[in-house]
């Protein structure tokens, strides 16, 4: 059984979204996807105030056994990204929904966070593809 | 044997005379460019060289020795006697800028290799000078976007490219100032085709396929792809990696392609895995044709000419100092020429024989397999993820402990959709014997998962070196020995 907190908004792609006080979205991959990568040996974020629509590979996150794009799943900008992750990409592997963030983003549509996967729709999809 | 063996610098304490490459000072050099230090040369003797590099020969895994279900994508075997004749004195004493009459055997060898090549993919003309795969998808995609501006078509920027691809499609695709457009694989391993038809429009420049693909099937909807693409105005490219599986079946023309590339380095016998050398030869169709990398040997009143950027205004361009790795393109004409039309049919027989049947002897030892709907091109997908469920045993702790037991492992982890995979290519060569012992192999480790965990997750236990830090190694990676002797002054 993989974590999924229940504060959270997931998507298909596997990475989880946070709706914070002042508006902005913290982004990060999910328990899932850091167990489906390994151990992580090289992070690339974005810089504050990049934007992008949704869909666009907004990061990269590299493992010993793959590199994968991180896409943007709500069209924004940046407003900051973990700075931990450059010399520390294990932090993802350690606590992705704590210290492993990725970015956090001024929404131009914080309103679709709404029609993303709760918690328990995102535990079903990734056990149904385990079947 | 020893399992250790140290850098022959290290051989310290020996009495030997250093070697020295020039004992007089050649005449003609200034002054100023005359080195001070004294060259710093390796103190052995003629023994201990032999002894050294005969150990780490034994420390290497090779396929002259063991099982390599890596396949074709890494190493399959290669017939000795296509490098003893690409050795010929006369071919490695050969200078590239001698002149086109003191080379005319050498270039004959190019030529017919161009014209072998034309008939295994049906396409209208070779290019040899690409030095690797990836270059040889570099001069497609670029001949792609050539052709589009040519016409003034300049806004079709867009490749597709399957998610299942290799990483340098996409890479080739960015690189030539492209924009990548993924498109899905359907549960059953074939393309998504209403996907497809989603994307295709006025920007498509061209899909990049691989067929078989490397999931291993071949794509029953290839017509059907082919005819959306051209519809838009789009052109298909070929991918030659999975190209072992088709030798002389089915030519790639005939799947509607309009370029192809070739690793003449995996299908068409040069030793290659870890780097090199490699020969990504390219095809194209009438379309494209103006647009081939240079130079390409062409025969004019009897006799072989190089046709250059003169000959070919419209060339991409050079992709090599002179026309590609001399030695693997020999190596590829005398395999081709040995096995001709029938013997290249017979490595696309075995080739899928030797993958069927270890495919369905894994399916009925109750592997689970990634399709088990569909036949097997030359290569096959294996999901462990319920053994890692029930035991937490990964496929990199089988392809470890496969180490063990005198076996290669395959490639693990890729295509990256397929959980805990192993991407399993036994090659032709193999007898079944062999294949036998590598189910058996499999079996075994599969009841020790289950009994003896720790026997898989701490593998390798009999190799020279362990288990090694990938982590580490990616991150900081240690590729310079420093302790070499400080050179003493004259």
Redesign the interface.
Known sequence: MIEAPDNLKYTEAHEWLRLEDDGTVTLGITDHAQQALGELVFVDVPDAGDSFEVGDACAVVESVKAASDVYCPLAGTVTEANPALGDQPELINSGPYVEGWILRLEPQNPEYLEDMLDAEAYQQLVAGAED | MTMTEPIIFEYRGSRRQPFTPLSEVPANLPEDALRQDQLLMPQVSELQVVRHYTRLSQLNYSIDTNFYPLGSCTMKYNPRICNRLAMLPGFLARHPLAPEEQGQGFMQCLFELQQMLQQVTGMAEVSLTPMAGAQGELAGVAMIRAYHLSRGDGDRRQIIVPDAAH?TNPATATMCGCEVVEVATRPDGDLDLDALRTILGPKTAGIMLTNPSTLGVFERQIEAIAAAVHDVGGLLYYDGANLNAILGKILPVDMGFDVVHVNLHKTFSTPHGGGGPGSGAVGVGERLRPYLPVPIVERRDGAYVWADESDRPQTIGRLSTYMGNAGVLLRAYVYLRMLGDEGMQRVADFATLNANYLMTCLAEADFELAFPERRASHEFIVTL?KVT?DTGVKAMDFAKALLDRGMHAPT???P?MV?ECLLIEPTETESKQVLDAFVASLVELRELAYSDPQQLTTAPHSTPVRRLD??RA??HPDLAWRGAPKPTSK
């Open positions: 990483g993820k469920r693990t982890y890729f990256l959980p990938d982590v990616a991150k």
